[in-house]
């Protein structure tokens, strides 16, 4: 089981990752990684020295190959995974954020390519976290 927690504030030495909710031209936009068949929003963990935000335009820029783009603060998020035997993983942090892109270049990461559609996809990479992300930023006006 995993549990989605929300919050506005948190020690910053507490965010791991930094999870890009995307837009182009009101369409959505998710990445394929090379290794996998599934779909997921940009993102990824915080690099040693980086911001938050600095993740996650890293992130955003290496994944889709966003050029121009306006990016936003949406929350903080947690996740938290009970696994078979009822142990409990720890609780990690990340923030959420959410990004209009104007203009695309290439892509310099693990993400095979990216797909721009009207509608929210169904073939989730992390489909018990990803998903609650989006009603969140929806719910916070957002998206």
């Known amino acids: 089981m995993v549990e989605v927690k929300f919050y506005d504030n948190i020690a910053d030495e ?4 930094a ?7 009101g369409k959505w936009v998710f990445c394929k990684h090379k290794e996998r068949e599934t779909y997921e929003v940009p993102g990824g ?40 035997n009822e142990t409990v993983n720890e609780e990690s942090f990340g923030m959420l954020f959410f990004a209009e892109v104007y203009s695309f270049g290439d892509i310099h990461s693990e993400i ?11 073939n989730w990479t992390y ?9 969140e930023a929806e719910r916070r006006k957002f998206i």
């Open 19 to 25: 999870v890009i909710i995307t837009k182009h031209n």
């Open 45 to 84: 963990h915080r690099e040693d020295g980086e911001t938050i935000l600095e993740a996650a335009e890293r992130e955003l820029k290496e994944e889709t190959g966003a050029i121009d783009y306006v990016i936003k603060q949406v929350c903080i998020y947690s996740v938290k995974k009970t696994g078979i």
């Open 127 to 135: 489909p018990q976290i990803q998903p609650k992300l989006l009603q």
């Open 112 to 122: 095979e390519n990216i797909i721009i559609c009207d509608n929210l996809i169904d």
């Open 14 to 17: 507490l965010l791991k990752f």
